[in-house]
């Protein structure tokens, strides 16, 4: 190959070159100038699609068909249009007014037939659920303090009832039911304690004692077996007899 040849065929070679760069170039901008073109076809599809939405919005909001007007609108509040989140907002708030009232109403109607000095934890439970609502009512906030004092009290009545029934109970016997000090003193007593048989015992609580009898069987001092009471007033700190109230 010449020189000349050579260099005809390296000139040639560039044109190549540049003319193939030159249809890149342009297909490349092409390219480009479509992919704007669809952006900014979206941008407008989008646009047309918001304002469509807006004007139904608007048209619930007038109907006062809130509910509709949040639903459709927390669709599209990514879209941060400043207007439709507005209408959102404003269709929000009127909805919560509505709904808060209407739960209210319906919680006093509940309290209207609730007893209030008898269903303590009811009441809380009703008042604690208005203060949620409204957290600034002092009424419903006193109501709340009120029935968690009673509620409290009678826990405590409750419990000391239940020490105090303990207590008592723990001075009969699990087996047969009769009192272990008044069962002794009546073997003190008998003239043949062996010859003891327990047939009944009852107690009556008088607040800061007991009363209890005890009916029994046991021989006699001719022998024959007999049946009998006695009636005693006992302690309810230990079960001591404080006094014998009546006996047969």
Known sequence: MTKKTFKSL???SFWVALLIAFVVFIAVGQSEQEQVAKEQAAQVAKAEKIALIKKQIKTSLSSK????????????????DAELNKLHSEAKEILDKIQK?????????????TPP????EKNKNLYS?????HPDNKKYKGKVDFYSKRIEKQKKIKLAAEARAKKIKSQFSLWDGS????????KRGMNDPNSYEHVETVYWDQNTYIVVQTTFRGRNAFGGMVRNFVK?????????ILQILDQT
């Open 101 to 113: 009232d209407k739960r209210t109403k319906e919680l006093l109607a509940k309290l209207k037939k």
């Open 179 to 186: 009192h272990y000090q008044l069962e002794k003193l009546i």
């Open 129 to 133: 659920q208005l203060v949620t609502l």
């Open 65 to 80: 068909d809130y509910q509709s007007v949040v639903s459709s609108s927390s669709k599209y509040l990514a879209a941060g």
């Open 10 to 12: 390296v000139i040639a």
């Open 117 to 120: 000095t008898k269903e303590f």
């Open 232 to 240: 005693a007033k006992v302690s309810l700190v230990d079960g001591q």
